[in-house]
């Protein structure tokens, strides 16, 4: 069973919260509390914790800075920034922490489930890693790219998000996911393709696409599977692959929270209406 824990220090929010997760992933997912910062090192300390959901404004400790320490205590958790703070200085902390996403409040529940979906895949690989691979992979990726301590000067200030800057990270977004979205790509590897640094990507992916990546590139493979399907001569099995998914489970799961079907009830129904 899954373990999660979010720490967030409003008590509606954490419910609710909480709440959502518990419908969705209940039957898999163990949920913790925590309402601020020396809480959730304590839980997350004491219950392993895989997968870990943090507000940054808590009294105290903040979300932050229990992700440093969190990351120092277990190099190959899932550290997902829930916040409302959209300063460019915290989003460049949170990629230096190696946080898998930073989303904004307020947020869409089918944003915050993709990401959740997403991490708990990772986590399931990491469970299957030999101890020497997780560590190894975690010293190549200890250090962060010098660009990110010269975001602003490489690419301007934190409000410098100009139409044209937009228009361009756009094209060059949706040509990169056309062209790769077959492939296990993540966010990094698309802000290194583009030329961004990961920081200022991804708070202009979210002005520009509404969204976070990884629940548009969620969204784009199943548009995508929706077409393979429709012909008859793809082979069911075979989708989830062309769009980018290896494990035709997990595929099966993102096309069925995202269409309310799965993709063999899909097929028959497109085939009905032929």
Known sequence: MYRLMIAEDEMIERIVLKKMLLKKFGEECQVFEAQNGNEAIEIFKREDIQVVILDIGMPGMNGIQAAEIMRKEKKDCCIIFLTAYDRFDYAKKAISIRAMEYLLKPYSQKEVLNVVEEALRIADKQEDKPEEIKNHGEEEGAEVPDEEENAHQTLGDESDFSGSRLSVLTAMVEEYIRSNYMNDISMSETARAVGYSEPYFCRMFKLQFGQSFTSYLSEYRVREAKKLLAQPNVIVKEV??????????????VFKRLEGVNPSDYRMSILKDL
């Open 240 to 253: 989830g692959v062309r769009v980018g998914y290896m494990d035709s489970n997990y595929f099966t799961k």
